[in-house]
């Protein structure tokens, strides 16, 4: 599977877990400022990448658009059977909880995939749980893949809804041609 991603997203090597912490940490002291010393910031880029990590992630990413707050972006690989993306967006819409806001089906390369945006309401705060914004992808493809978008704030959220749908577009088995490289995306493949 291949999937691009803009210069507003920020991969990190999953592949090399203390490289991926210093390069979050890194990142997340260049968002807030950039003052050089994120020794306080590697805890949290820790347990970032080891839950990515435990969740099996193929990707993690930060993602920091102008006139946006940060997010993250993870990519984990779904296992069992495939899917009919019409009758997944009505199980996810039917049980996916309070928080599914609303859902719609994308076109990609690959088949239709299934977006779903959770955004946290009353129900969260009363039972504790972390008030995330999240965009959810389920990708087809011989691995499926559950893309995740989550933003601890509302700022900018047009902007990484917006953002999210290109990457879950960009999905693709084969490379993009030669005469349409763009130096505005990264291609990897997952």
């Known amino acids: 599977m291949i999937i691009d991603l803009p210069d507003t997203v920020w991969r990190?090597?999953?592949?090399?877990?203390?490289?991926?912490?210093?390069?979050?940490?890194?990142?997340?002291?260049?968002?807030?400022?950039?003052?050089?010393?994120?020794?306080?910031?590697?805890?949290?880029?820790?347990?970032?990448?080891?839950?990515?990590?435990?969740?099996?992630?193929?990707?993690?990413?930060?993602?920091?658009?102008?006139?946006?707050?940060?997010?993250?972006?993870?990519g984990v690989p779904l296992t069992g059977s495939r899917w009919e993306a019409e009758a997944l967006?009505?199980?996810?819409?039917?049980?996916?909880?309070?928080?599914?806001?609303?859902?719609?089906?994308?076109?990609t390369d690959l088949g239709p995939a299934v977006i779903a945006q959770r955004v946290p309401g009353v129900e969260q705060a009363r039972a504790g749980r972390p008030l995330a914004l999240q965009l959810q992808a389920f990708i087809p493809a011989e691995v499926q893949l559950l893309l995740t978008l989550a933003c601890g704030s509302a700022h900018g959220w047009d902007t990484?809804?917006?953002?999210?749908?290109?990457?879950?577009?960009?999905?693709?088995?084969?490379?993009?041609?030669?005469?349409?490289?763009?130096?505005?995306?990264?291609?990897?493949r997952l």
């Open 160 to 188: 990484h809804q917006l953002l999210f749908c290109q990457v879950v577009r960009s999905v693709r088995a084969e490379p993009a041609p030669a005469d349409e490289e763009s130096f505005e995306n990264h291609t990897y």
């Open 89 to 107: 967006r009505d199980s996810v819409e039917n049980v996916g909880g309070p928080d599914v806001r609303e859902t719609l089906v994308v076109d």
């Open 12 to 74: 990190l090597p999953l592949e090399d877990p203390d490289l991926a912490v210093r390069e979050y940490a890194a990142l997340a002291d260049q968002l807030r400022g950039g003052t050089g010393a994120y020794a306080d910031l590697e805890a949290a880029a820790t347990e970032a990448v080891d839950t990515a990590l435990r969740a099996g992630a193929l990707l993690l990413a930060v993602v920091a658009p102008p006139d946006a707050a940060p997010a993250v972006l993870t």
